[in-house]
């Protein structure tokens, strides 16, 4: 990094944190551990049986050999391009196989040759509603009957003003659009609070280890993780707790699970008759 460079991310950090010296803190702390997992996952020795060498599009390495979305991208070998890590796939279906054959409303940031959008299409069936987001005026030539395009930037919040208003609740977001850290931030924070609760959001293609896309997503998981008023058996959950129900984070790809109802309690139960003297 320049020197310039190297002022002005320091720059932000001090402006981050102004107003904020006990966060500032409490994270200095937090950096050996981050560091101390960082180390050992670099070491990492490879084990156990060999890794199943992947293409994804060989539904015998697949998790499920039945995915849909393995067959429909073997079959693709011309027409509209679709372009998709493929141990993606196993991932997709595991988290959105849900809403297969129901009446959803999908949204994709990212349309460019229109081949993904069809695939969601076959995937999810004939009662999907799709939404796709370009910043590519070419893009709303994919625009047909059960597929609406916004022609704008995802970092643009007002952008996804107009969508929130002409879109119903979403079930699903994929973000595979510009991939840029600010980009990936504006969209789940515009329009994470505007999934419908069981919603799913993606965000595809977050490349390399100091990304800024994660970093934000471990901000995020660590709230799950607060307890407000210190250890109790019977907690009034932060708000995120009660409607987030989970994160998934795979190699190059976050998974965002909203709950099916919000969570009004999160309760540590002991059940049974019989203890051990300690604890
Ligand atoms: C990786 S391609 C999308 C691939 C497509 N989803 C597929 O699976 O085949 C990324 C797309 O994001 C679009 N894009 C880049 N920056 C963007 C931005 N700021 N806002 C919206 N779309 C953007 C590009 O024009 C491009 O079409």
């Not at 429909?72 to 959105?96: A, C, N, P, Q, S």
């Not at 040759?113 to 709303?140: N, Q, T």
Request: glycine letters at 10%; charged letters at 20%; hydrophobic letters at 40%.
């Amino acid at each position: 990094m320049s020197l310039p460079g190297k002022a002005r991310a320091l720059a932000e950090v001090l402006r981050a944190f102004a107003g904020h010296p006990w966060v500032f803190a409490k994270l200095l702390r937090q950096l050996p551990r981050v560091l101390r997992g960082f180390t050992f996952a670099e070491g990492w020795e490879p084990a156990g049986p060999p890794a199943r060498g992947d293409t994804g599009l060989d539904s015998s390495t697949a998790a499920d050999p039945e995915n849909p979305l393995v067959a429909f991208l073997r079959k693709r070998e011309t027409g509209r391009g679709i372009w998709k890590w493929m141990h993606y796939l196993d991932v997709y279906h595991r988290h959105l196989r849900k809403f297969v054959g129901k009446e959803v409303h999908v949204l994709e940031v990212g349309i460019h040759s229109g081949g993904s959008l069809e695939m969601w299409r076959d995937y999810f069936g004939p009662k999907c509603h799709l939404y796709g987001v370009d910043i590519e005026p070419a893009c709303a030539c994919y625009e047909n009957d059960h597929t609406k395009v916004f022609v704008g930037s995802q970092a643009d919040r007002g952008l996804w003003q107009t969508i929130r208003q002409r879109v119903p609740a979403l079930d699903v977001l994929i973000d595979d659009g510009g991939h840029e850290t600010e980009q990936q931030i504006v969209t789940i924070e515009e329009m994470l609070p505007h999934l419908r609760l069981g919603g799913v959001y993606v965000c595809e293609d977050i490349h390399g280890e100091y990304n800024g896309f994660s970093a934000y997503v471990q901000g995020l998981v660590a709230n799950l993780h607060a307890m407000l008023s210190g250890y109790e058996p019977d907690v009034k959950p932060a708000p995120i707790q009660s409607y987030i129900g989970s994160v998934h984070i795979y190699p190059y790809l976050t998974v965002v699970e909203k709950v099916d109802s919000p969570v009004s309690r999160l309760v540590s139960a002991r059940r049974g008759t019989e203890w051990q003297p300690f604890g």
